[in-house]
C-alpha cells in the first residue's frame, strides 16, 4: 500500500504563493505518474498538474504559467509551486500518486485546503 500525505496549504492573499508538497511512504513506491487535484464547493474535481516519472508535465489551461509541478523520484515526493494565486484557486488540493507495484492502483492523499483571499 502507498501512503500520500500533503503538507503547505493555507491561507494568502491574491497574488501570493504557496508551495505544496505530496510525499509517498508505504511498502510499494515505484510510482509512476504523480498529480495534484483541487475540488472547490460546489464544483467537481479538476486535475492542476500531473508529472510522470520522467519528468513530463501537463497542467490545467487555468493554471498555466503560474503553477509549476516537479518531483523528487528519490524522496517519493511531489510538489506544487504556485505563484500569483487568485480567490478562484481556492480549493481542496489532493494528491495522488500511480504505484507501479500494487498494478497501476491509484493512491490518493486526504488534501489540504487552499484559501486566497481578494
Known amino acids: 500500500q502507498v501512503q500520500l500525505a500533503e503538507s503547505g496549504g493555507g491561507l494568502v492573499q491574491s497574488g501570493g504563493s504557496l508551495r505544496l508538497s505530496c510525499a509517498a511512504s508505504?511498502?510499494?513506491?515505484?510510482?509512476?505518474?504523480m498529480g495534484w487535484y483541487r475540488q472547490a464547493p460546489g464544483k467537481q474535481r479538476e486535475l492542476v498538474a500531473a508529472?510522470?516519472?520522467?519528468?513530463?508535465?501537463n497542467y490545467a489551461d487555468s493554471v498555466k504559467g503560474r503553477f509549476t509541478i516537479s518531483r523528487n523520484n528519490a524522496k517519493n515526493t511531489v510538489y506544487l509551486q504556485m505563484n500569483s494565486l487568485e480567490p478562484e484557486d481556492t480549493a481542496v488540493y489532493s494528491c495522488?500518486?500511480?504505484?507501479?507495484?500494487?498494478?497501476?492502483?491509484?493512491?490518493w492523499g486526504q488534501g489540504t485546503q487552499v484559501t486566497v483571499s481578494s
Open positions: 508505504g511498502s510499494k513506491l515505484s510510482l509512476d505518474a
Open positions: 495522488n500518486a500511480t504505484s507501479l507495484e500494487s498494478g497501476y492502483k491509484v493512491f
Open positions: 508529472i510522470t516519472r520522467g519528468g513530463y508535465t
